[in-house]
């Protein structure tokens, strides 16, 4: 049975709901979600209650910064923390409808396994924090050798950098179009990133997710209206740099 495997989804409606629109349309029933529902983006009520119906929600370090410190965070991204937290203890919302979002908050697991693919949000070393970035492979290769040493299944799945493609032993790392938008599983360990729903940082806006096969992983590019996006943004106190970022896919 196919799986959808989404992240950094980062409380972007109209891009969540034109990704769920095309998992539907493939017929995909199960989704998993490694994290950052929230954070940066104008609508984390709604988002974390689409959220709920998934399989597997992960926490990643926007939730963390949200239950408890934003550790790390620069100002931008804490200013956007602290509105978020506001937003799901708005007073006049229903106080069952708050009580369950954060009931959603709590429940996030840091990481999740099965069938030989492990899931997290950072990486499997650093589950919630910890960032894999593509040129770690040339600056830091004993970095990226410790990551695949820190995790037995054959597959890992991460989030976090909001750039989609595969970390090989080597190490080195191929992009989507390299490798024609599939991965074939169970030739070599792999650390794959899904990209990112509603931030993408690879220069392309379209939502960036995966669907894992049996035997392979597809990457999946969506349109979305970043304009609605941007225009929902202005609606609200969060720096409009976090809008105009998504018109570029930066």
């Known amino acids: ?43 984390p009520r709604e988002c974390l209650q689409r959220c709920s119906a998934f399989d597997v929600n992960l926490m990643g370090n926007h939730e963390e910064a949200v239950l408890f410190d934003p550790i790390g965070f620069n100002p931008r991204a804490k200013a956007a923390v602290e509105w978020t937290k506001q937003q799901l203890m708005n007073s006049d919302c229903p106080r069952e409808e708050n009580a369950a979002l954060w009931k959603i908050l709590d429940s996030m697991k840091e990481t999740h396994e099965e069938d030989d693919v492990l899931l997290a949000h950072g990486t499997p070393r650093d589950p919630i ?10 600056d830091d290769p004993t970095k990226v050798e410790e990551l695949f040493d820190s995790f037995t299944a054959s597959t ?14 080597g190490p080195r790392f191929q992009t989507p179009d390299e490798i024609g938008g599939r991965f074939q599983l169970g030739k070599e360990r792999a650390i794959v990133n899904v990209g990112s729903v509603g931030q993408p940082r690879d ?16 990457f999946c590019r969506v349109e979305y209206p970043v304009e609605e ?8 106190p969060l720096p409009e740099n976090l809008a105009l970022r998504l018109v570029e896919g930066r």
Do not use: W
């Not at 960032?131 to 040339?138: A, G, I, K, P, R």
């Not at 890992?156 to 909001?162: E, L, P, R, S, Y």
């Open 1 to 43: 049975m196919p799986t959808a495997i989404v992240s950094d989804i980062h409380a972007n409606l109209p891009a969540m709901e034109s990704v769920l629109e095309d998992i539907e349309m493939r017929g995909i029933k199960r989704i998993l979600c490694l994290g950052d529902v929230i954070g940066y983006g104008p609508e």
């Open 129 to 138: 924090r910890e960032y894999l970035f593509v040129h770690d492979c040339e």
């Open 156 to 169: 890992a799945f991460v989030g976090h950098t909001h750039i989609g493609g595969v970390f090989l032993p």
């Open 203 to 218: 220069g392309d806006p379209r939502s960036s997710y995966v669907v894992l096969h049996e035997d392979q992983i597809e």
């Open 229 to 236: 996006t941007v225009r929902r943004f202005r609606r609200t």
